[in-house]
């Protein structure tokens, strides 16, 4: 692990039995880190962060990553945000380049963030419970356990 100039941590583990690279982007946030009025917030923006990087829009981006073979995930977990690369090494610098496009200026219009709250809204609709998420809520008596991961119709108005 090393520390960069920033503060941010740079973690590489080198596997030479594969042909691909992983990068990752790991943010201390969600429902861990969020007081009642913020919860969900954690959760909009990891959505936003993929909708304009580095000036590139969501398709766009979409297309890029599909014409080096990539795959991209975005998940907001109780206590970090994760954003993944996964590429054939071949193709790391494109892939650099493309995560490291998440962390450049960005600004969003509010056209964009109600449609990621349209979306967010929808998932809230039909989120059940996941076995995981059950377990801790019984597990873990602490009312973070409790806290949605995407907050709620009245936070996200």
Request: glycine share 6%.
């Given at each position: 692990?090393?520390?960069l100039?920033?503060?941010?941590?740079?973690?590489?583990?080198?596997?030479?039995?594969?042909?691909?690279?992983?990068?990752?982007l790991?943010f201390?946030?969600?429902?861990?880190y969020e007081?009642g009025?913020?919860?969900?917030?954690?959760?909009?923006?990891?959505?936003?962060?993929?909708?304009?990087?580095?000036?590139?829009?969501?398709?766009d981006?979409?297309?890029?990553?599909?014409?080096?073979?990539?795959?991209?995930?975005?998940?907001?977990?109780?206590?970090?945000v994760?954003?993944?690369i996964?590429?054939?090494?071949?193709?790391?610098?494109?892939a650099?380049?493309?995560?490291?496009?998440?962390?450049?200026?960005?600004?969003?219009?509010?056209?964009?963030?109600?449609?990621?709250?349209?979306?967010?809204?929808?998932?809230?609709?039909?989120?059940?419970?996941?076995?995981?998420?059950?377990?801790e809520?019984?597990?873990f008596?602490?009312?973070?356990?409790?806290?949605?991961?995407m907050?709620?119709?009245?936070?996200?108005?």
């Amino acid at each position: 692990m090393t520390k960069l100039k920033n503060g941010m941590e740079l973690i590489c583990a080198p596997n030479p039995k594969t042909e691909f690279c992983s990068f990752a982007l790991f943010f201390r946030a969600g429902a861990f880190y969020e007081t009642g009025g913020k919860r969900g917030i954690s959760h909009l923006i990891q959505n936003l962060l993929l909708m304009n990087c580095n000036g590139v829009s969501k398709p766009d981006l979409y297309y890029a990553v599909e014409s080096i073979g990539a795959e991209v995930r975005a998940k907001t977990h109780r206590d970090f945000v994760s954003i993944e690369i996964t590429v054939l090494s071949e193709y790391f610098s494109q892939a650099f380049d493309m995560i490291y496009g998440i962390l450049s200026p960005f600004s969003w219009k509010e056209q964009e963030i109600q449609e990621q709250v349209k979306i967010i809204k929808k998932y809230i609709d039909l989120k059940q419970e996941t076995f995981s998420e059950e377990m801790e809520r019984l597990y873990f008596h602490h009312p973070k356990y409790n806290a949605g991961i995407m907050g709620t119709y009245e936070i996200l108005d």
